[in-house]
C-alpha cells in the first residue's frame, strides 16, 4: 500500500505565499512515482494544478495548468518521491483544498499525467485560503 501525505496548507493574504509538501510512502523504495498537485471547490470537479512526471525512459517532465503558469512550481526534493509545490502571487481564485497524488505512469501521453483518474494514491489534502 501507498501512503500519500500532504502538508503546508493556511491561510495567506492575496499576493503572499505558501509552499505546500507531499510524500508518498509505502511500497514506494524503489520506484519513482510521478506525482501531482490538483485542487478543488465545492460543487466543482477536481483542477490539475501541477505534475512531476517521471516516464520508464527515465525522462522527466514538468506540467502546469493554465490557471497557475508562471506562479506555481513544482520540484522534487532529495528524498524519494516527495515534491513541493511552491506558490507565488496567491489569488483569491486560488482557494481551495490541494490534493497531492502519486503513481507510476511510465509510458502515456502527456496530457495523461494532467488527469486526476491517471492516479491511485492520493492525501487527504490540505487547505489553502487567500484572503483579500
Known amino acids: 500500500q501507498v501512503q500519500v501525505i500532504e502538508s503546508g496548507g493556511g491561510l495567506v493574504q492575496v499576493g503572499g505565499s505558501l509552499r505546500l509538501s507531499c510524500a508518498a510512502s509505502?511500497?514506494?523504495?524503489?520506484?519513482?512515482?510521478?506525482m501531482a498537485w490538483f485542487r478543488q471547490t465545492p460543487g466543482k470537479e477536481r483542477e490539475f494544478v501541477a505534475a512531476?512526471?517521471?516516464?520508464?525512459?527515465?525522462?522527466?517532465?514538468?506540467y502546469y495548468g493554465d490557471a497557475v503558469k508562471g506562479r506555481f512550481t513544482i520540484s522534487r526534493e532529495n528524498a524519494k518521491n516527495t515534491v513541493s509545490l511552491q506558490m507565488n502571487g496567491l489569488k483569491p481564485e486560488d482557494t481551495a483544498v490541494y490534493y497531492c497524488?502519486?503513481?507510476?505512469?511510465?509510458?502515456?501521453?502527456?496530457?495523461?499525467?494532467?488527469?486526476?483518474?491517471?492516479?491511485?494514491?492520493w492525501g487527504q489534502g490540505t487547505k489553502v485560503t487567500v484572503s483579500s
Open positions: 509505502g511500497r514506494t523504495t524503489s520506484t519513482d512515482y510521478s
Open positions: 512531476s512526471a517521471i516516464r520508464f525512459s527515465g525522462n522527466k517532465n514538468i
Open positions: 497524488a502519486a503513481d507510476v505512469i511510465w509510458s502515456s501521453p502527456s496530457d495523461n499525467y494532467m488527469k486526476a483518474s491517471s492516479y491511485d494514491y
